[in-house]
Each structure stands twice: as C-alpha cells, then as structure tokens.
C-alpha cells in the first residue's frame, strides 16, 4: 500500500512540470513580441 502511494506521487509533479513549460514558453513568447513591439515604436 505505502509503496504503491510513493510511486504514484512522482508521476503527477513531471505531469504539472510539463504543462507549466508549455505556459512558460507560451509568456515568453508573448513577452518576446511584447518587447519586440516596444523596441519598433520609437523607430516610426
């Protein structure tokens, strides 16, 4: 029983590691265009 639950926690923190690098990559991506913008509007 308490084997069974230790290898059961594991599974679930690689889970929500996973998803929360697809958001991250997704905010630095919005951020990279964010600056992007900001770097472009002094130019005009």
């Known amino acids: 029983m308490d084997v069974s639950a230790t290898q059961s926690q594991p599974s679930?923190?690689?889970q929500d590691g996973s998803t929360f690098s697809?958001?991250?990559k997704r905010f630095l991506m919005e951020v990279n265009?964010?600056?992007l913008q900001l770097?472009?509007?002094p130019c005009y």
């Open 12 to 14: 679930k923190p690689n």
């Open 39 to 41: 770097l472009m509007l």
């Open 22 to 24: 697809k958001k991250k």
């Open 33 to 35: 265009k964010f600056l």
